[in-house]
């Protein structure tokens, strides 16, 4: 029989104990409403590559359309839209449905006197964003400033395009 060092045990067990304590990070995803349940309270998702998910509104979910707020009961099946979501055990819970697409990647650099930040996409691509009136800066369930974010930080952006510009719609970000 092998034995391990017992220093061994202890850091698998410290190993396992930081896995379970970090935070959880929402993420987002970008497709369609396929259709929603009579309640309201839940909905089924389609993705971009056509994967089904099943997503549970949470008790303080947002749905914001356009430049509306909405009730669940609002919800209806073609609505593209990004959900910004968290896994509890195995469901899905929905924290956000917004209209916009969907980036994730890492700030560049910030400039909160003029309200935008560049953001370097996974691909290496500069994105410049900008902050609006009803923009929603996140981390898990906490509300931040532009400037409480920092250069090299991982974060996913919901945007829609107005004009020429990319009009950041909600960031959540992975880290702090």
């Known amino acids: ?3 391990l ?3 061994v045990a202890v850091g698998l067990a410290l190993a396992l104990l930081v896995a379970f304590a970090a935070p959880t990070f929402a993420d987002v995803t970008h497709g369609k ?3 929603v349940a009579s309640d309201s309270k839940t909905f089924v998702f389609t993705d971009k590559d056509g994967k089904d998910w099943t997503f549970t509104l949470t008790t303080d979910a947002r749905i914001h359309m356009g430049d509306k707020d909405l009730k669940p009961s609002d919800l209806k099946a073609g609505a593209e839209v990004a959900v910004i979501y968290d896994k509890e055990d ?3 819970m929905a924290r ?5 697409e969907v980036a994730h ?3 560049k650099s910030l400039s909160p006197d003029n309200k935008e930040f560049v953001f370097t996409d996974r691909d290496g691509k500069d994105w410049t964003f900008h902050i609006g009136d009803n923009s929603r800066i996140r981390l898990a369930d906490k509300d931040l400033k532009l400037n ?6 991982e974060v996913a952006v919901v945007y829609m395009k ?4 990319l009009m950041a719609e909600e960031v959540c970000s992975a880290n702090k």
């Open 1 to 3: 029989m092998v034995r």
């Open 5 to 7: 060092p017992k220093w």
């Open 33 to 35: 409403i396929k259709s």
């Open 90 to 92: 195995t469901k899905l």
């Open 96 to 100: 956000a449905v917004r209209e916009g």
């Open 105 to 107: 990647g890492k700030i």
């Open 148 to 153: 409480d974010l920092k250069a090299g930080q």
């Open 162 to 165: 107005r004009g020429d510009r």
